[in-house]
């Protein structure tokens, strides 16, 4: 599938219900924990991944993608576009179906390969905003 094509972004709102979040904050000024409670309140799974946090919503925090126990669905990115690589590599390696990175976060190498891994791809949109249309 495309990054971004629509067919895309339904089988990630619907299909992937564990979602890592990198860069998750515990505060809620943050954008990633306005998205993130509302992902909870829909009931999506949410797994903060955050070296700078032990907990987010009473959930262990997690330094690392790779620190993760269990199955990931979707890598959601709240990094900066210049770290996102960083993230979707990881996504990679943990064997992750999916990687989002945020509205402003923007890394076409990094999409790219996750698409040549075989992850569905969305890049610069809001999971919430997505979510919310549908």
Known sequence: MEINSSETIKAILEDCRTIAVVGLSSDPGRPSYGVASYMRRRDYKVIPVNPNETEVF????????????????????????????????????????????????????????????????????????EHARR
């Open 58 to 129: 009473g959930e262990k925090a997690f330094p690392s993608l790779a620190d993760v126990p269990g199955k990931i669905d979707l890598v959601d990115v709240f990094r900066r576009s210049s770290e996102a690589g960083t993230a979707v590599d990881q996504a990679i390696e943990v064997g992750a179906r999916a990687v989002w990175l945020q509205e402003g976060v923007i890394d076409q190498a990094a999409a790219q390969r996750a698409l040549a891994a075989g992850l569905l791809v969305v890049m610069d949109r809001c999971w919430l905003k």
